[in-house]
């Protein structure tokens, strides 16, 4: 099993950034880890994913210039550098551990979420 929690979440006017955290305990994380998040009433969206060796980040369109995944392996500890928010990235932020990739159905551990709120 991997435990994962994030933090880093919170309010913040549009044009600001934040910065969420993610650290897995138990088990080794093997490949990969990844953001998803969820807005009210939306389907659960892939953000950003790394490989836990490697590297080699890929983000969706929506985020691409703006956020950030990057990991530390001493740490166990994924982190995703949100920049130039905008209320549209407002959501619920999950991070997940497992395989690389955009699809939900790579990771098989998901944290609890962590809110980001983005206003205008």
């Known amino acids: 099993q991997v435990q994962l929690v994030e933090s880093g979440g919170g309010l913040v006017q549009a044009g600001d950034s934040l910065r969420l955290s993610c650290t897995a305990s138990?088990?080794?994380?093997?490949?990969?880890m990844g953001w998803f998040r969820q807005a009210p009433g939306k389907e659960r969206e892939f953000v950003a994913t790394?490989?836990?060796?490697?590297?080699?980040?890929d983000y969706s369109d929506s985020v691409k210039g703006r956020f950030t995944i990057s990991r530390e392996t001493a740490k166990n500890t994924v982190y995703l550098q949100m920049n130039s928010l905008k209320p549209e990235d407002t959501a619920v932020y999950y991070c997940a551990a497992g395989n690389f990739g955009i699809s939900r159905s790579n990771y098989k551990y998901w944290g609890q979420g962590t809110q980001v709120t983005v206003s205008s």
């Open positions: 790394i490989r836990w060796i490697g590297g080699n980040p």
């Open positions: 138990g088990r080794s994380v093997s490949y990969g």
